[in-house]
């Protein structure tokens, strides 16, 4: 089943004939069901706007997303409020917790705000905490806990709403090699047990290795596309080499 279907995703930063910038240029792209998708390019290549717009957090100039079969500009405001509460779950570079906030707190807010009773919102931050593996932590705040804690907290809140689709922007950006792995050894979990759709950006051909495919977009436009075949560390040299070809600025964050 396809999730995310984009036709010719035009977006212009600025005014058209003063400075515009085209920060994407014509990206199609089909996204199936299940699939664990790096996207990768140097800095400025429109990675994140590219999240963005298929995420409904921004239009495109011109050109179309669909989500599961619907035109994501046909929704309104509150159905498109509603899709990004429901349907997708946001996991970010620098964590995004609240400070005030427990980890069991952060992790239900997203049910909180969609006012779900409150026995339904213990029953699953219960089995989103054991799965994440949170037990001793679930009572600390934010600021008591290391970057990988802080990063699995984020995972759990973008998780309990069962999204379809989990973007994630440089997750891996502000950790240590291991807790990076660590990140990375949850998102292949979630994507293999929970039947999760992942798109992730990422600069980290470590992180990217374990994706099953890659986009690479250069100058807002998708220069190539490769597939994991199965071997990690294969696919970890075929990222390396793609990136040497494309060449500019892939390691600025
Ligand atoms: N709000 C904005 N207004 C104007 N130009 C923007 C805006 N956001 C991004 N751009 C420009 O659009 C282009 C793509 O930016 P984008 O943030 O998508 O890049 P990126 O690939 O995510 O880069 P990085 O790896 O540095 O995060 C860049 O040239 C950037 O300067
Ligand atoms: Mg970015």
Same mark, same amino acid.
């Given at each position: 089943m396809i999730v995310i279907q984009t036709e010719k995703i035009n977006k212009m930063y600025g005014e058209i004939e003063k400075n515009?910038?085209?920060?994407?240029? *014509?990206v199609d792209l089909i996204i199936e069901q299940k699939e664990f998708v790096g996207i990768m390019g140097s800095s400025g290549s429109g990675k994140t706007t590219l999240l963005n717009i298929l995420s409904g957090f921004d239009h495109p100039t011109t050109g179309s997303v669909q989500i599961c079969g619907k035109?994501?500009?046909?929704?309104g405001d509150d159905e498109l409020a509603e899709f990004r509460r429901d349907d997708i779950g946001f996991v970010f570079q620098d964590f995004q917790?609240? *400070?005030?906030?427990?980890v069991k707190e952060n992790i239900v807010l997203p049910l909180i705000l969609a006012k779900k009773q409150s026995d339904i919102i213990e029953k699953k931050a219960h089995d989103i905490i054991d799965y994440l593996g949170l037990n001793k932590i679930f009572n600390k705040h934010p600021y008591e806990i290391s970057g990988g804690e802080k990063q699995r907290t984020a995972v759990g809140r973008s998780l309990i709403t069962n999204p379809k689709i989990i973007f994630a922007d440089?997750?891996?950006?502000?950790? *240590?090699s291991k807790s990076s792995k660590n990140i990375m050894d949850l998102f292949c979990k979630l994507n293999t047990e929970k039947e999760s759709t992942i798109l992730m950006v990422t600069h980290d051909p470590f992180a990217a290795s374990f994706c099953k495919r890659i986009v690479f977009l250069f100058d807002g436009k998708i220069h190539s596309i490769i597939k994991n075949n199965g071997d990690r560390e294969e696919f970890f040299d075929h990222i390396i080499k793609c990136q040497a070809d494309i060449g500019g600025v892939f390691n600025d964050i």
């Open positions: 515009s910038i085209n920060a994407l240029a *014509d035109n994501l500009q046909d929704f917790l609240l *400070d005030s906030l427990t440089e997750p891996t950006g502000n950790l *240590d």
